[in-house]
């Protein structure tokens, strides 16, 4: 199928991670925004979503076990499904750039919880959403924009260590992070802090997993 030339608003789709031409994650979500220059996102708290897992032994994360980077270079890994606990999360992306920005909300939505910089690939449209591939890397900034912190710089190390990137291309990653990190520092738009004030639309449902997640 073709994909659509973009989504309309509150209309439900899915942002899939997908290495080696296999989905590793699922996220249904509503479109906020779709046009050449932003995509945005809304993942609604306790939407069902899909996670690639090492081990989905009870005995580990109950049936969430983490992804290492060996077993993703193996392309061995099971999908398991899990609810998105976090926050509800607005996902933010040129769809041409390497990162998107996640704003997290406090569980009334009262107030911004923290600016979350995802080092992921440009999307790429497909029949049902989006897909991207995650690269491990990531910045928790506050939200008063003005501290921060890395995240993830072991998993980073290893899956470099796994083969998954080559030390050029772990280079391009690092120098996405620092990009990333200055934009949102100084509150550039469409990347500003005005996002803390958006709130998704009330009539709005839960989105499902389609039942072609697995279609690549």
Same mark, same amino acid.
């Given at each position: 199928?073709?994909?659509?030339?973009?989504?309309?608003? @509150?209309?439900?789709?899915?942002?899939?991670?997908?290495?080696?031409?296999?989905?590793?994650?699922?996220?249904?979500?509503?479109?906020?925004?779709?046009?050449?220059?932003?995509?945005?996102? #809304?993942?609604?708290?306790?939407?069902?979503?899909?996670?690639?897992?090492?081990?989905?032994?009870?005995?580990?994360?109950?049936?969430?076990?983490?992804?290492?980077?060996?077993?993703?270079?193996?392309?061995?890994?099971?999908?398991?499904?899990?609810? #998105?606990?976090?926050?509800?999360?607005?996902?933010?992306?040129?769809?041409?750039?390497? #990162?998107?920005?996640?704003?997290?909300?406090?569980?009334?939505?009262?107030?911004?919880?923290?600016?979350?910089?995802?080092?992921?690939?440009?999307?790429?449209?497909?029949?049902?959403?989006?897909?991207?591939?995650?690269?491990?890397?990531?910045?928790?900034?506050?939200?008063?924009?003005?501290?921060?912190?890395?995240?993830?710089?072991?998993?980073?190390?290893?899956?470099?260590?796994? @083969?998954?990137?080559?030390?050029?291309?772990?280079?391009?990653?690092?120098?996405?992070?620092?990009?990333?990190?200055?934009?949102?520092?100084?509150?550039?738009?469409?990347?500003?802090?005005? #996002?803390?004030?958006?709130?998704?639309?009330?009539?709005?449902?839960?989105?499902?997993?389609?039942?072609?997640?697995?279609?690549?």
């Amino acid at each position: 199928m073709i994909p659509p030339t973009r989504f309309e608003t @509150g209309q439900h789709i899915v942002v899939r991670n997908v290495f080696g031409d296999r989905v590793q994650t699922v996220f249904p979500s509503i479109v906020v925004v779709d046009s050449p220059e932003l995509v945005a996102t #809304w993942l609604p708290l306790d939407t069902l979503v899909l996670n690639g897992v090492t081990n989905t032994s009870d005995e580990v994360d109950n049936g969430r076990g983490h992804l290492s980077a060996e077993s993703m270079a193996a392309k061995k890994w099971t999908m398991a499904k899990r609810n #998105w606990h976090t926050s509800g999360t607005l996902r933010i992306k040129n769809p041409r750039l390497m #990162w998107s920005l996640w704003v997290f909300w406090e569980p009334q939505m009262n107030e911004v919880r923290s600016w979350y910089i995802n080092i992921d690939a440009p999307y790429k449209r497909t029949s049902i959403g989006f897909d991207t591939f995650d690269m491990f890397l990531d910045v928790v900034v506050q939200p008063d924009r003005k501290t921060w912190r890395y995240k993830d710089e072991d998993e980073f190390a290893e899956a470099i260590e796994a @083969g998954i990137f080559t030390e050029f291309e772990a280079q391009k990653v690092r120098d996405a992070a620092a990009q990333a990190l200055q934009t949102v520092a100084e509150n550039r738009k469409p990347f500003n802090s005005a #996002w803390g004030d958006w709130r998704p639309d009330i009539l709005w449902e839960i989105p499902q997993i389609p039942k072609n997640w697995d279609d690549v």
